[in-house]
């Protein structure tokens, strides 16, 4: 009777484990870029790409710009509702122009100090910017502004936009404050402002989320 090969059976044993580990390697490879793929949804606009949140959605308006997109958590039908910077609801805001002879140091300058919607500009009690970076967009040149503000609404106006009210705001309720992480970068002559943006006292539930967007943003 011919001996066990013992060497041989070792040397299969290795082979085996090697394979199970590369294919248990490959599987969680696998799994984590599907999963990332179904947490995080790319939008593509005429001339950028954005991330958007699962579940989120997307509305887009050509009345005020040639791109302005609005992403919401909760589903909504227009982009341009009264509403959109008086609930606590998390929202990001992308919004393209032409640059024209605009720098981007120029309007880094300009906007730094006045980073909120003209709609809601009359109702400013308090602005502050609270950090300001230069970064990388897809190798072209950026700014990442940090902005806490204070917003004071009149009864008149409240009143006028009663029907438009969400759950999560108090009808009561004069003032909010919101924070807000911004983007803003030139590329082949189009400006753009990404604007994320929710109450303050729920930010830190968000802020991970906005920069991940701000960051991977894709002009």
Do not use: C, H
């Not at 059976?9 to 085996?16: A, F, G, M, R």
């Not at 990332?36 to 308006?61: C, D, H, L, R």
């Not at 009561?172 to 002559?189: A, C, E, G, P, V």
């Not at 967007?213 to 002009?219: D, E, K």
């Amino acid at each position: 009777m011919k001996p066990k090969n013992i060497f041989f059976d070792k040397k299969l044993i290795s082979i085996v484990i090697v394979f199970i580990i590369l294919f248990v390697l490959l599987s969680v490879v696998y799994f984590f870029f599907n999963k990332k793929n179904e947490i995080n949804n790319i939008y593509k606009g005429s001339t950028f790409e954005i991330t958007v949140p699962e579940g989120w959605s997307v509305a887009t308006s050509s009345i005020l710009y040639k791109d302005l997109t609005v992403i919401r958590e909760n589903q909504f039908s227009s982009p341009l509702n009264e509403d959109i910077f008086l609930s606590k609801e998390p929202i990001i805001i992308v919004v393209s122009k032409s640059s024209g002879t605009t720098t981007l140091e120029q309007y880094f300058n300009k906007i730094k100090t006045n980073l909120v919607p003209v709609s809601q500009r009359p109702f400013v009690k308090k602005y502050q910017l609270i950090d300001s970076k230069e970064i990388s967009v897809n190798s072209s040149k950026g700014y990442l502004l940090s902005v806490l503000v204070d917003l004071e609404f009149p009864p008149s106006f409240l009143e006028k936009n009663s029907l438009n009210f969400t759950k999560d705001l108090d009808k009561r309720t004069m003032s909010k404050t919101y924070r807000s992480l911004n983007l803003i970068t030139i590329k082949d002559n189009k400006l753009y402002t990404i604007t994320t943006m929710t109450s303050a006292d729920i930010w830190s539930k968000y802020e991970e989320i906005f920069n991940y967007v701000l960051t991977n943003f894709n002009p």
